[in-house]
Nanobody, 123 residues
Framework: QVQLVESGGGLAQAGDFLRLSCAAS????????MAWFRQAPGKEREFVAA????????YYADSAKGRFTISRDNHKATLYLQMTGLNFEDTAQYCC????????????????WGQGTQVTVSS
């Protein structure tokens, strides 16, 4: 199994950028498809972006397209989410997840989760 630890969240102004990281340990990182999900208070967890094992194919929610970039460094066993043009609706707890299937948008398909990092965007 793999352990995941997110970092990089914090307080941002509207229009700012942040880069989230997700450090993996335990199992072989490159053996997992990875994704970012987020959950705002009072809302369901939602898919943000996913990336295949090799880091060559990416998938995005409509809300993330054109603003967020998911990437991974298999040598460093780290997943990233570069977020630009932040707005208030991006305020949420962001979690990374590891699973078996590439590009899966369903949280139930991911077996391993980090604790999350909070992103708060003020207008």
């Amino acid at each position: 199994q793999v352990q995941l630890v997110e970092s990089g969240g914090g307080l941002a102004q509207a229009g700012d950028f942040l880069r989230l990281s997700c450090a993996a340990s335990g199992d072989i990182f490159s053996g997992y498809a990875m994704a970012w999900f987020r959950q705002a208070p009072g809302k369901e967890r939602e898919f943000v972006a996913a990336i295949d094992r090799a880091g060559t194919v990416t998938y995005y929610a409509d809300s993330a397209k054109g603003r967020f970039t998911i990437s991974r460094d298999n040598h460093k066993a780290t997943l990233y989410l570069q977020m630009t043009g932040l707005n208030f609706e991006d305020t949420a707890q962001y979690c990374c997840a590891a699973g078996a299937s590439n590009g899966n948008r369903w949280a139930t398909e991911y077996a391993y989760w980090g604790q999350g990092t909070q992103v708060t965007v003020s207008s």
